[in-house]
């Protein structure tokens, strides 16, 4: 009993399209590819797109595939650049000829390896790289 409220804030978090940063209150768009839904939403020449199927470990060169797709057949535009990870991704667009805009600068990544400590307590050492 205790797991059901768990299960349904995580099928709640699973379903999320909430707008990244700079696309809160751009109109949102539904669109399917292959069985993979997006929502897509645009500002200028990039377009956020955000999986909300579910996929068991989606691997993002067939993800990113399918969003720029989705992308395309929203904007009419051709899409050069994506980057994110399976879950939600930016579309770089080329649009009535114009380039597309340059890719965002990537933020920095912490890789951490994860030591016991004892008692039951974990410590944590990170690093870039």
Same mark, same amino acid.
């Given at each position: 009993?205790? %797991?059901v #409220?768990l /299960?349904? /804030?995580? =099928?709640? =978090?699973?379903a999320?399209d909430?707008?990244?940063?700079?696309? $809160?209150?751009?109109?949102?768009?539904? &669109?399917?590819? *292959?069985?993979?839904?997006?929502? %897509? +939403?645009?500002r200028?020449?990039?377009v956020?797109?955000?999986?909300t199927? $579910?996929?068991? =470990?989606?691997?993002?060169p067939?993800?990113?595939?399918?969003?720029?797709?989705?992308?395309?057949? *929203?904007? !009419?535009c051709?899409?050069?650049?994506?980057?994110?990870? #399976?879950a939600?991704m930016?579309? !770089? /667009?080329?649009?009535?000829? &114009?380039?597309a805009?340059?890719? #965002?600068?990537?933020p920095?990544? %912490?890789?951490?390896?994860?030591?016991?400590?004892?008692? !039951?307590?974990i410590d %944590?050492?990170?690093? +870039? &790289?």
């Amino acid at each position: 009993m205790r %797991l059901v #409220p768990l /299960l349904a /804030l995580f =099928l709640v =978090l699973a379903a999320c399209d909430m707008a990244g940063p700079g696309f $809160s209150g751009a109109p949102k768009v539904m &669109r399917e590819v *292959e069985g993979t839904r997006f929502t %897509l +939403r645009r500002r200028g020449d990039v377009v956020e797109a955000i999986r909300t199927s $579910s996929e068991v =470990l989606p691997r993002f060169p067939e993800v990113a595939r399918k969003a720029g797709i989705a992308a395309q057949k *929203e904007t !009419g535009c051709r899409a050069l650049w994506i980057m994110g990870d #399976p879950a939600m991704m930016w579309v !770089g /667009l080329a649009c009535a000829g &114009r380039s597309a805009p340059g890719m #965002p600068k990537r933020p920095h990544t %912490l890789f951490c390896e994860v030591y016991d400590a004892g008692h !039951g307590a974990i410590d %944590l050492e990170c690093s +870039r &790289r």
